[in-house]
């Protein structure tokens, strides 16, 4: 082979050792600067620790997170700054929202109901809730509605708030308060999130941030459940909580009171859905149990619980994906995954929430 051609060959390995070099060394810096952001990720999907040994709790590993959480507060603060200087001072006028003093509860529960955890917060027995007869139920359909338990005024808003379930519900629920009663809503659903997993998306939090920032809203509806029974994290370098243990449902019970505490702080009614029955056994025991800490810890505050179960024709422990309607025909209202539910159900679901509302004084539309 000519000494040229050699020199050519040699010139192109080295050309590619480089550049498998610097892909190797981009790849390497992006992990270490967004450690965080993968062991979250990794925690929420595969529900156990991702750290890598040994690097994982070496300072010099350690300070490509730090840099980024650093660089991610500079620049919230100075965004915050450039917003706050453009803000001119108003002074606004209060209103004070007087509400009752007491607040009906309402608590939709299937027959023969099993019996609910006891509680741990603050080392103080539930308030026991007091349930209402479970909704009727001919030829597979709800063919009654219960009263009314919260009231909405021309000018509230209603703030939904939950995981992939309220996704397929709050567009219709949306719709429904807006073209029938001009009721705005605020939608901040969103997919894989939870009460388990703060670091990954932070739904206490969120919502007081909201409720500080959107005076109007009056209403609030939570559904979450699916992605919170499992093994729940403590930080980092401690044990995860083992899920159903008593120190799992202690802070789990806490997340829950942060998301009401902050609706009773700023007035706002909640009607917190509790998870229907799954196809999966083992998923769908997982739902009862955290439907139970729902239903006590909104009767504590007086607020109100609905369980999508007889909205969707269940009772006890059955699962099935589709109800019989009126005309004798089954409408299928969940997906093939057990999960989630068909546009037929979610506007089950969506029909049911809307009437526990209650709109004097506002026109409907065509009705």
């Known amino acids: 082979m000519p000494v040229s051609d050699t020199r050519v060959l040699m010139r192109t390995h080295l050309d590619a050792a480089k550049a498998l070099y610097g892909l190797v060394l981009v790849t390497v810096l992006l992990f270490w600067l967004n450690q965080d952001s993968i062991s979250l ?143 705005k809503s605020v939608n901040l659903s969103r997919q894989s999130t939870g009460l388990a997993y703060p670091g990954f998306f932070n739904w206490p939090q969120t919502v007081a941030k909201t409720l500080d920032s959107a005076p109007n809203i009056r209403l609030m509806v939570v559904f979450l459940g699916p992605n919170d029974p499992w093994d729940m994290p403590q930080g980092k370098g401690k044990p995860f909580l083992r899920f159903k243990s008593p120190d799992w449902e202690h802070d789990y019970r806490q997340r829950i009171d942060a998301i009401l505490e902050q ?14 029955n799954m196809r999966q056994q083992r998923l769908s025991s997982a739902m009862a149990y955290l439907s139970g800490l729902y239903q006590e810890q909104t009767t504590l505050y007086r607020q109100h619980y609905l369980s999508a179960n007889p909205v969707l024709g269940y009772r006890d422990e059955t699962f099935s994906y589709t109800l019989q309607d009126s005309q004798g025909k089954r409408v299928k209202t969940r997906v093939d995954d057990g999960i989630h539910f068909t546009i037929a159900g979610q506007k089950l679901i969506a029909d049911q929430i809307v009437s526990l509302i209650a709109f004097p004084g506002l026109t409907v539309p065509g009705h």
């Open 41 to 183: 990720y990794c925690q929420q999907k595969y529900h156990q620790r991702c750290e890598l040994p040994v690097l994982g709790q070496s300072p010099a590993w350690r300070l490509g997170g730090d840099l980024t959480q650093a660089v991610g507060a500079a620049r919230d603060g100075f965004v915050q700054s450039l917003q706050q200087s453009r803000v001119e001072p108003v002074v606004a006028q209060v209103e004070t929202v007087v509400l009752p003093e007491t607040m009906p509860v309402v608590s939709v529960r299937v027959d023969a109901p099993q019996a609910l955890p006891a509680a741990v917060a603050n080392n103080a027995p539930p308030a026991k809730a007091t349930p209402v007869s479970a909704v009727p139920v001919t030829d597979g359909i709800a063919s009654k509605s219960p009263s009314p338990v919260v009231t909405l005024a021309a000018g509230d808003e209603v703030f939904l708030v939950g995981d992939s379930l309220m996704q397929g519900v709050a567009p219709h629920l949306a719709n429904t308060l807006r073209k029938r009663y001009q009721i």
């Open 263 to 276: 609706a009773r702080e700023h007035q706002v009614q909640v009607i917190w859905v509790g998870p229907p």
